[in-house]
């Protein structure tokens, strides 16, 4: 009792707003072709979905609220829908059809009677019934309506179904309606027919090209044509006939089968793990979420988690284009003809979710914009595929040739790295020496006489300049020390080296530093934390001395076995002829290697350069 009492509150907002409160209006009928009985139709939600045809019918005042779209909230109970159809003196033609062109309803019933006296003659149709069930096999419920002139003709719906509920409901001249169904389904035909043919196609090829993206793109193909045939009622109708629980579940199990296909070759054809590869976990987790509905949907059936369906898919539908996107930013050549390719299947995912939630209506467009959109998407993909098999064999020519050329480079470039690194050293030993014998050494020698002249005399302006100069020369030793090697990296770690450089770098020069750290970076080897030290200081000098830059940024964060280490500066940044003839760089580049790493030069757009330092840690100390 509750329950029912829950259920009618749940529906009042629904019956306030569905329109003026007026009785079933009668249909008109002449001698036009067809009829929409949308403005004709008043309702009443039966919350127990016990009432029958004999106890409403004497109760006109219940059904007092019209339709404003062609859809209905999805619920418990049974819809009764109420019309009454005249004929003209006019009309000539006496068969007529009432057609409902929906076929996911679960239950759908039709009562009719002309005389008052008589008793209701039913008609039958729904996919939890028997395709035999149904008077007239179509596809779509389809329902007899002979009609005589002089008399009225009282109709009475009742629909019950646990997915959405959508109403667009049409009188039809039987010939007319024929012909308007043939059209239809050559439409269909042309839509399969490419379907198909693209499904065979790219079958064929996969024992050849043991791509994995064409078996995805296959299942993804034959999934959502079993969807567009169970949506057409050509599962119902040829497949499941005497099977109502199949029926019943066959377009919504296709749907999860068709997105977890999509997603899946969505992160082969974008090389998501590659380029995107947050993204690309997050597409492993859609997936699988996928196949655990399609196993749910399959115990259960569509009705418990139907509301699901919809959701997910607007979220695959919004999320498949940014791996693309950053592959094709990537130029990787594929990612091109699937973003074409999605732009024409975009607009049908969104019709149907939105006539899967009752925000639209019914209409030819509604119900062939995605499989017309997805045929021509499927042409596009299959093209992506192509451009995949030659991007795949270019590259993997352009690899063998670079290693032959790397191979043959590396010796000559180890020697010239070799040489130029002990002119490196020999250079920095002397400007060391150097730094001592003119800095230090005249600053002792200083020392040595002033004390010999504090021997002999109490000069007080004497002893402050030895206190002074002892300072300096504690200092100029500590900076040649840390030149030499950064004992901070021992004592602290490398974050706290880091900021020092930045803290040095704010002091001496007219440059704002600024440091980013994130991660678990204490738990990095000495030998990790001695080389990103070096790159960083290497960086920041070059960014002093060459790029006349007011700002540099550095930034290093470690998510996982993950190490990122960035040095951006606002400066002129780098010719290309510079990049390759800097030893800075090169010792740089030689750092990275040695770490297994992969060192990245980016201009910024702004003006500047940005050295992207990425590394891989196995093991931590």
């Known amino acids: 009792?509750?329950?029912?009492?829950?259920?009618?509150?749940?529906?009042?907002?629904?019956?306030?707003?569905?329109?003026?409160?007026?009785?079933?209006?009668?249909v008109m009928v002449s001698n036009q072709e067809r009829v929409s009985l949308l403005p004709h139709i008043s309702w009443y939600y039966d919350a127990t979905a016990r009432a029958t045809i004999d106890q409403l019918s004497p109760r006109p005042t219940l059904f007092q609220h019209t339709l404003d779209n062609a859809s209905l909230a999805r619920a418990k109970g049974a819809y009764w829908l109420h019309f009454r159809v005249t004929p003209t003196d006019t009309a000539?033609?006496?068969?007529?059809?009432?057609?409902?062109?929906?076929?996911?309803?679960?239950?759908?019933?039709?009562?009719?009677?002309?005389?008052?006296?008589?008793?209701?003659?039913?008609?039958?149709?729904g996919d939890l019934r028997p395709a035999s069930s149904q008077a007239l096999v179509y596809p779509q419920p389809v329902f007899q309506l002979p009609l005589?002139?002089?008399?009225?003709?009282?109709?009475?719906?009742?629909?019950?179904?646990?997915?959405?509920?959508?109403?667009?409901?049409?009188l039809w001249q039987q010939r007319a309606f024929e012909a308007h169904h043939l059209q239809t389904l050559l439409i269909d035909g042309i839509v399969y027919g490419v379907l198909i043919g693209l499904l065979l196609y790219n079958l064929f090829l996969y024992p050849t090209v043991r791509d994995?993206?064409?078996?995805?793109?296959?299942?993804?193909?034959?999934?959502?044509?079993?969807?567009?045939?169970?949506?057409?009622?050509?599962?119902?109708?040829?497949?499941?006939?005497?099977?109502?629980?199949?029926?019943?579940?066959?377009?919504?199990?296709?749907?999860?089968?068709?997105?977890?296909?999509?997603?899946?070759?969505?992160?082969?054809?974008?090389?998501?793990?590659?380029?995107?590869?947050?993204?690309?976990?997050?597409?492993?987790?859609?997936?699988?979420?996928?196949?655990?509905?399609?196993?749910?949907?399959a115990s259960l059936g569509p009705g418990p988690l139907f509301f699901m369906l919809p959701l997910v898919g607007v979220v695959v539908a919004l999320l498949i284009p940014l791996p693309l996107f950053a592959a094709w930013q990537a130029h990787y050549p594929p990612a091109k003809f699937t973003l074409l390719a999605f732009l024409p299947i975009f607009p049908g995912v969104i019709f149907l979710v939105a006539r899967s939630y009752g925000l639209v209506e019914s209409s030819f467009w509604s119900e062939h914009l995605l499989p017309v959109g997805t045929a021509g998407g499927a042409v596009l993909l299959s093209f992506a595929l192509a451009d995949?098999?030659?991007?795949?064999?270019?590259?993997?020519?352009?690899?063998?040739?670079?290693?032959?050329?790397?191979t043959q480079a590396a010796e000559a470039a180890k020697k010239s790295f070799s040489a130029q690194l002990i002119n490196a050293q020999d250079s920095e030993r002397k400007r060391i020496a150097a730094e001592l014998h003119d800095g230090v050494g005249q600053n002792l020698s200083f020392l040595?006489?002033?004390?010999?002249?504090?021997?002999?005399?109490?000069?007080?302006?004497?002893?402050?300049?030895?206190?002074?100069?002892?300072?300096?020369?504690?200092?100029?030793?500590?900076?040649?020390?840390?030149?030499?090697?950064p004992h901070i990296l021992d004592q602290l770690g490398l974050a706290s080296a880091i900021e020092s450089i930045a803290e040095q770098i704010n002091d001496q020069h007219p440059i704002k530093c600024k440091v980013l750290l994130s991660g678990a970076l204490t738990t990095l080897d000495e030998k990790v934390e001695l080389h990103l030290y070096r790159?960083?200081?290497?960086?920041?000098?070059?960014?002093?001395?060459?790029?006349?830059?007011?700002?540099?940024?550095?930034?290093?964060?470690?998510?996982?076995?993950?190490?990122?280490?960035?040095?951006?500066?606002?400066?002129t940044g780098l010719t290309n002829a510079s990049l390759d003839r800097g030893l800075g760089l090169e010792s740089m580049r030689h750092r990275a290697t040695l770490l297994s790493?992969?060192?990245?030069?980016?201009?910024?757009?702004?003006?500047?350069l940005n050295i992207v330092i990425t590394l891989t840690i196995e093991e931590s100390r």
């Open 212 to 297: 994995n993206a064409y078996l995805w793109f296959s299942l993804y193909l034959a999934s959502f044509l079993f969807f567009q045939l169970s949506m057409a009622g050509l599962t119902r109708l040829y497949l499941f006939s005497n099977w109502p629980a199949m029926a019943d579940r066959s377009a919504t199990l296709a749907m999860w089968l068709c997105i977890a296909a999509g997603i899946r070759f969505t992160q082969y054809i974008a090389l998501s793990e590659q380029y995107t590869p947050r993204l690309n976990r997050l597409f492993n987790a859609i997936f699988i979420f996928s196949l655990l509905m399609f196993v749910a949907v």
């Open 388 to 406: 995949r098999i030659s991007f795949l064999r270019n590259e993997k020519i352009a690899a063998q040739t670079k290693l032959i050329e790397t």
């Open 448 to 485: 040595a006489s002033s004390i010999t002249r504090l021997t002999n005399s109490s000069d007080n302006m004497a002893l402050q300049q030895i206190k002074q100069v002892s300072r300096d020369t504690v200092n100029e030793v500590r900076n040649l020390s840390h030149t030499l090697h």
């Open 597 to 608: 790493g992969h060192l990245m030069l980016k201009s910024v757009e702004s003006g500047g």
């Open 1 to 26: 009792m509750i329950k029912n009492l829950l259920i009618t509150l749940h529906f009042l907002a629904l019956l306030v707003g569905s329109g003026s409160c007026i009785a079933a209006a009668e």
């Open 92 to 125: 000539t033609t006496k068969q007529w059809l009432i057609e409902l062109a929906y076929t996911q309803l679960d239950l759908v019933d039709l009562y009719l009677r002309s005389d008052p006296s008589a008793p209701w003659q039913r008609q039958q149709a």
């Open 535 to 571: 790159i960083v200081q290497e960086a920041a000098r070059n960014a002093i001395k060459h790029s006349r830059a007011t700002e540099i940024i550095i930034s290093l964060q470690r998510e996982r076995e993950l190490v990122t280490l960035s040095i951006t500066d606002n400066g």
């Open 148 to 170: 005589n002139k002089g008399e009225v003709t009282e109709v009475f719906l009742r629909i019950e179904s646990s997915t959405s509920i959508s109403l667009p409901l049409v």
